[in-house]
Every structure is written in C-alpha cells, then in structure tokens.
C-alpha cells in the first residue's frame, strides 16, 4: 500500500506564496497520473491540477498562479502556489492513480492551507 505524505501548508496572506510536497513511500508504477485536490469547507472537494504522460491541466481558478511538477525519482510531486487569495483556503488532497485494469489510487492525509485577507 502505498503511502502520501503532503507537507508545506500553512496560514499565508493574500498574495503570498507556498509550496506543497507530496512524497510516496515507495515507487509508484509507471504510468501513473499525480494531482493535487481541494476541499475547502462546506464544499465538494475538487481537482487543482493533475500531471502525468507528459500532460498537466489545472483548474480554471488556479492557471497562470498554481503549477505542478513531478519528481520521479523521489516519487514526489509539488504544488508551486503563488498569488494566493482567500478562496484558495482549503485542505489540499494528493492524489495518485495508477492507470491500468486494476484501478489502483492513493490520497494523501490533507494539508491546510488558509489564505488570510
């Protein structure tokens, strides 16, 4: 079973920045798609932005401000925030979905991240 450990969230000022980590304890299989989730309270949780075969795609709300990037060899991916605004608040969710027959994903614990105006 594979294991996410997100880190980097926290409490920022509108306009700040901060930067998520999401590391897995083992190697992922190849053909993987890695992404960040939002829930922000009282809300469904909904996709940021996603990355894998080469391809990224965010969230309307978040282009031009939120980029992700991978690492294989760590098995970790990153959420670079900049420009953050208070509508950003919520817990972050990593997410790792295995393509293939058997369907396998991960999420991670949560992360806060609070925006104050």
């Known amino acids: 079973q594979v294991q996410l450990v997100e880190s980097g969230g926290g409490l920022v000022q509108t306009g700040g920045s901060l930067r998520l980590s999401c590391a897995a304890s083992?190697?992922?299989?190849?053909?993987?798609?890695m992404g960040w989730y939002r829930q922000a309270l009282g809300k469904q949780r909904e996709l940021v932005a996603v990355?894998?075969?080469?391809?990224?795609n965010y969230a309307d709300s978040v282009k031009g401000r939120f980029t992700i990037a991978r690492d294989n060899a760590k098995n970790t991916v990153y959420l670079q925030m900049n420009s953050l605004k208070p509508e950003d608040t919520a817990v972050y969710y990593c997410h790792v979905k295995v393509i293939g027959p058997l369907g396998l994903q991960f999420w991670g614990q949560g992360t806060q991240v609070t925006v104050s105006s």
């Open positions: 990355t894998g075969g080469g391809a990224t």
């Open positions: 083992e190697r992922i299989p190849s053909g993987n798609v």
